[in-house]
């Protein structure tokens, strides 16, 4: 099961950022007529959603497993992953479930009409992404040095 839960993670990060991605092509081109400020609307509540579930999924695995792996990167030579990239990752990701909290919203005011709401759904999609690619490739290093861990340990590190 634990596995599945390391698995879901990742996975409801990336679909927030794709989210996001989707917001921000939406605000774009959002008109008065059309559909486009609904589907805008629906993926930003998505982005909403993946992020928190993410956050969730991410918080039990830290409280319920993460001692195991931290204990096996701060031995292994790549220590960093946790004492860099992890560290960040805490207090950062944080700020993405604030923004993406404010996502909907912003979404749902007057952007079709309202330029200035416009670009705010521009600047914090745009933010969601950039720091939920910054999220998915800390988790990467993480996740690489507890590997590298795993085979330092082996050869007798």
Avoid at 19 to 42: H, K, P, Q, Y
Avoid at 44 to 57: D, E, K, N, R
Wanted: proline fraction near 2%; glycine fraction near 10%.
């Amino acid at each position: 099961m634990k596995e599945v839960i390391l698995l879901l993670h990742p996975v409801f990060g990336v679909l927030a950022i794709l989210a996001a991605v989707w917001v921000f092509v939406e605000a774009l081109n959002v008109s008065e007529s059309g559909s486009s400020a609904s589907r805008l609307r629906i993926a930003s509540v998505l982005c909403a959603v993946c992020v928190w579930l993410t956050y969730i999924i991410g918080g039990y695995w830290y409280v319920r497993y993460y001692g195991t792996d931290k204990a096996i990167i701060k031995a292994g030579p790549w220590a960093f992953g946790h004492n860099f990239f992890m560290e960040v990752k805490e207090h950062v990701f944080l700020t993405l479930v604030l923004l993406s909290t404010y996502l909907p919203i912003v979404a749902f005011g007057k952007i079709t009409s309202n330029k200035a709401a416009r670009k705010v759904v521009l600047w914090v999609a745009g933010l969601v992404v950039a720091i939920g690619l910054s999220m998915e490739g800390a988790g990467s290093i993480i996740s690489t040095s507890v590997r590298i861990g795993l085979l330092f340990k082996g050869q007798g590190g």
